[in-house]
């Protein structure tokens, strides 16, 4: 497994089984080796609840928003295990997932010293932001700013036939809600 894994991810993984129904649903995926049972792959994904509380949103909406949007917090292959298709089996499989439930759009954040990591999320079918830009989510209220770090690019990817995104924009979330 990816031993730089930070711990502050590994905790958020934690709490994030722990999450309250009514904040949505937190996805942990484990992939094991057939023959020795070894855990090597893992996909994490959570709705981006702290964010969404700390915006200052009220209650309702941060609940209604937290069954629309899901956030990839991890995606880690271990050495051995890596170049078979396994990291992209993983995110399919949560994005189906959280298809299938509803969702509206899948978050994500890389960091800008893995470059190699933009073509690999947009074969995933992400769209991938320049480093630092915010992610715009156009609702209903108005617009939302999801700010970056200048060392962060976020990721998106619409999930409904109504959600789409344009320049740093995300349209059509929570119509007809
Ligand atoms: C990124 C990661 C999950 C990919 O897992 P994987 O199972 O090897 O990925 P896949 O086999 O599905 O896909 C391999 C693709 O990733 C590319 N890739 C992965 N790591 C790469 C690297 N370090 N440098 C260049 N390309 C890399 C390969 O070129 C390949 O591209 P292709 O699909 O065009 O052939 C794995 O390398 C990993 O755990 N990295 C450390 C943790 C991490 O960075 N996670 C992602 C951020 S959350």
Redesign the pocket.
Known sequence: M?T??PREIIDRMRTGRRMPAQFGSATLLLAQDRETEEVV?LAHAIPPVQWLMEAGLGLPLCLMLARALVE?E????AGS?????????LVDALVRAYTCQGYQAVL?G?HTH?P??K??YE?DGFHVLDPGAPLDLQLPIGRLRYPAEPSMRHLVRPLAGHVSYRHGVVTGLLAGR
């Open positions: 990816d730089a894994m792959g990839l991890a995606v880690s292959v295990a890596r170049g078979q298709g396994l990291g992209h089996q994500g890389i893995k190699h990591l073509p690999y074969a």
